[in-house]
């Protein structure tokens, strides 16, 4: 296998040299992608913000069917279904065309980069590609209208280490056996199908992130990518791929990710690109993967959907799973992560304006909060018995000390909720929510695990009575010492 490897790796390094040639000849590249859910992490957004950065004009295309692959997608071709949803980027706006045929879309444009991707559960099997992918390929190659289109292959990602996806349990439920089988069987591919002359690796692009102190926050769900930082790495990966040039020191990030990441997130798939099928630990990338910063003073955490105007507080809010620029109040960077991991039902301004607490909360901290509720039927948010928050790429050499604050005005019930931190030890306490403004649950003490992991579960109190026993989380700030 590792003799195959290296011949794959030279003609992909050759196939890379006749797609930085073939820019020079066409001003417009045109991508398109046959794949899933996994393909629109991947192309439908980002990748054509670098390309514009780049200079490069770009028409993206994916066709589309959600949780399906090589044998589906087959079906519904030899059937007639239809069930393609045509989804194209051009000029950096997205469009959807659903209800469409794989022909219609193969014909729509001229084509230069085509791929081909398996459905996620299946992408380390490769008793599951054949006869269909060679069906899908023939189809395509029939019908494409570039004489000079070329055809390669996405891999996919392996899952997050704890990702409850049923399908993970083909690799025994652990992320380096899904990892590997993805690549073994991407190079499968590659030697059975001599047409298909390139990969796109996000899957390595993923994997080498997950090495660096990102860690293994680059799913949203355990399996699609986090909307920032994990669709980023992808257009990437994506980017260099296509176009030969590197992304690394490009200015262009999403919102919501800072350079740092950003940086981080290009070197990964730069290094993925350059070796399509082994992972690159990137341990000292952006920074150290174990943290061995002391904040200077609190982190100070304000929970909701809008933005306080206080700098020292950082904003958590539920567009965002997991924040990376987190500031200690001096303004220095922590270094540590806050992800949402158990979404809360929603958020609201109906805390307390005036406080009393020794948290010394602006009012725009102190009033918004996020919420949840376990009983009934709320508004179009179903019902969660809990909600939960991590805070990962602590330094494990510190103990914290966490100041927790909840609060509902004009309430005539009780609303008491639960805190529980489960670090290396695990921690709990309670407030009443209800009218609260001079209240803190306070615990101390709190060592995190061994690879700098804290996590904060939010939930109903035994005292909460309200019928759809809703529970809050305002603000939270965080003391470290040796």
Known sequence: ?????????????????????????????????????????????????????????????????????????????????????????????????????????????????????????????????????????GYTQERQTNPNATYGYHQTWAYSHDSTHGGFANYGNRQDVMYDSICAAVQFALATHPELSFVVPSGTAIQNARTTWLGDNMNRDGYHLDLKMGRYTAACTWFETITGISPVGFSYHPDGIDYLVAHTCQVAAHEAVARPFERTVLSQEGLPAVNNIVPTGLVKLNFGADHTSDPAWNDITPDIRTHT?????????????????????????????????????????????????????????GPRQSAAIKLSHLNPELEYEFTIFSSRDKCQDFRQTSYILQGADTWADALQS????????????????????????????????????FYYLNALTIKAKH
């Open 434 to 469: 209800a009218n609260n403004s001079h209240e803190t649950a306070v615990m101390k003490h709190i060592r995190p695990t061994a690879d700098g992991q804290i996590t904060l579960t939010v939930m109903p109190g035994s005292h909460n009575n309200n019928p759809n026993m």
């Open 1 to 137: 296998m590792k003799k195959l490897s290296l011949l794959l790796l030279l003609c992909l390094s050759l196939s890379a040299q006749a797609q930085v040639d073939s820019l020079q000849q066409d001003s417009i590249v045109r991508i398109l992608a046959i794949g899933n859910s996994f393909s629109q992490d991947a192309v439908e957004q980002y990748l054509w913000e670098l390309a514009d950065e780049a200079g490069i004009k770009m028409v993206i295309g994916n066709a589309y069917r959600g949780g399906q692959g090589f044998q589906s997608h087959w079906i519904d071709v030899t059937e007639a279904n239809n069930t393609f949803e045509y989804r194209k980027v051009v000029n950096g706006r997205r469009s959807n065309r659903p209800r469409s045929s794989l022909e219609s879309i193969i014909t729509d444009e001229p084509w230069q980069f085509i791929t081909f991707q398996q459905v996620s559960q299946e992408s380390g099997l490769t008793t599951t590609f054949e006869p269909y992918l060679t069906y899908l390929i």
């Open 325 to 381: 620029s987190i500031l200690d109040s001096n303004m220095n960077p922590t270094g540590i992560l806050v992800t949402l991991t158990g979404e809360f039902g929603g958020s609201n301004r109906n805390g307390a304006t005036y406080t009393t607490t020794k948290m010394l909360m602006p009012a725009d901290v102190s009033s918004s909060a996020l919420w949840g509720y376990a009983v009934g039927k709320f508004g179009s948010q």
